[in-house]
């Protein structure tokens, strides 16, 4: 069969227009974009899907998640490769803002990390006073640990809290996974380890994992997340005006209502507390 010279026109004036149809259902032309580099956690725990259309539905607004370490979203933000960061690792996003790389950061909400293990707990840390105590139980039984080594805000507290206990942990007991907290998760449920996570992670996934929270509730665990607007100074295309309104939004009455009852219908509990 032989098509004509119109025909050839029609069809591909039909394949450009179901092209276009399929596009529009998912972006909406001509409005802004806004690129959100964000830790892992508030985005594997569905937080994001949650709120984000609500953001974008009231700011006409396009946002486009990058859901990575907050070591990498940090350095994303350093190369100036996004326009606002949300992570949790306080200490490396004051560094971040004194080299002059984000232009206005805020504290939005927190949970807590979460030391996990199997119920049998052989280094009987569930009597700890604490996290540096519990972690320094751990290595003087030499139980199984796995440490998410990737850099991320999870990881950075981890080394905070060995540092904080006096310990450098090496040996065939500690093993570094160098992946994200779900696979951290999935391989402390199969060797029966200890690890620390996010309290979010650990929530949305439990039914499949055969370890439970050990150590809770210790300040030294508390888990705070910043939104950070990149500097648009240091880095002229950022999109300063629709971070500031991301900043504002989650700080809103509308945000913090959206964040405290996130999880509370689906889990039973929220997963993320606002910051007044």
């Known amino acids: 069969m032989h098509l004509n010279k119109v025909s050839v026109k029609f069809l591909v004036l039909l394949l450009i227009t179901s092209f276009i149809i399929n596009l529009t259902g998912c972006f909406r032309f001509g409005q802004e974009r806004l690129i959100i580099a964000t830790t892992t956690s508030t985005y594997d725990s569905g937080l994001l899907d949650y709120i984000l259309p609500f953001f974008m539905e009231k700011y006409d607004i396009n946002a486009d998640v990058v859901a990575v370490g907050t070591g990498q979203a940090l350095a994303m933000g350093k190369r100036g490769d996004v326009d606002v960061l949300l992570v949790h690792s306080p200490e490396a996003e004051k560094e971040f803002m004194d080299q002059g790389n984000g232009a206005l950061r805020k504290e939005i909400m927190y949970n807590h990390f979460v030391l996990l293990g199997s119920s049998e707990d052989e280094a009987r840390v569930r009597d700890a006073g604490g996290a540096a105590e519990a972690f320094g139980k751990i290595a003087e039984n030499q139980s199984f640990f796995i440490s998410r080594e990737d850099n991320s805000g999870t990881y950075l507290k981890e ?10 942990p090496t040996g065939e007991w500690y093993v570094e996974n160098g992946s994200g907290m779900a696979e951290t998760l999935r391989m402390a449920h199969e060797k029966m380890a200890y690890t620390l996570s996010d309290r979010s992670t650990f929530v949305t996934l439990k039914n499949n994992l055969d370890i439970e929270i050990l150590l809770e509730k210790d300040e ?20 300063y005006e629709g971070a ?9 009455p509308k945000g913090k209502d959206l964040v405290k009852n996130y999880g509370v219908e689906q889990y039973g509990q929220p997963l993320f507390f606002p910051i007044d």
């Not at 080394?159 to 450098?168: H, M, Y």
């Not at 030294?220 to 999109?239: A, M, Q």
């Not at 500031?244 to 809103?252: G, P, T, V």
């Open 244 to 252: 500031e309104n991301l900043i504002d939004f989650l700080s809103s």
């Open 159 to 168: 080394l905070d809290i060995w540092e904080k206990a006096g310990i450098n």
């Open 220 to 239: 030294e665990l508390k888990n705070i997340y910043s939104v950070i607007v990149v500097n648009p100074d240091k880095f002229p295309g950022t999109n």
